[in-house]
């Protein structure tokens, strides 16, 4: 994916471990996270097909959605079905590293 910020930076996401990238799990969708890690930790997968299977819920969770926060003006983009949502700070202060793991 890639795509032009209103500010004008280009966002690319073609690479893992990006630091202005973040993944948004719903709430609702929490508990068969959190059931399915329960039921990995019990069980480990037999095959590649159950690895799958039982891992799903927790990689990628019912409702699931992608963000990204532009480096330079602090926008925030959430994917939804291929389409991007814009949000931007009604303050104007908003730290431009929300999705660092370890923000300095
Ligand atoms: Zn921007």
Sequence with gaps: MKFLCECGHAIYDQTDDLPYKA???????????????????????RSVSQRYTMTLPITLPKGHRQMYQCPDC???YISDNDKLHCFVS??????????QADPQ
Aim: charged share 20%; glycine share 6%.
């Design 90 to 99: 009604e303050f104007g202060d908003v730290p431009k590293n929300l999705f």
């Design 23 to 45: 993944y948004l799990y719903p709430d609702q969708s929490m508990d068969a996270l959190y059931t399915a890690l329960d039921q990995l930790i019990q069980s480990a997968p």
């Design 74 to 76: 602090g926008r925030i």
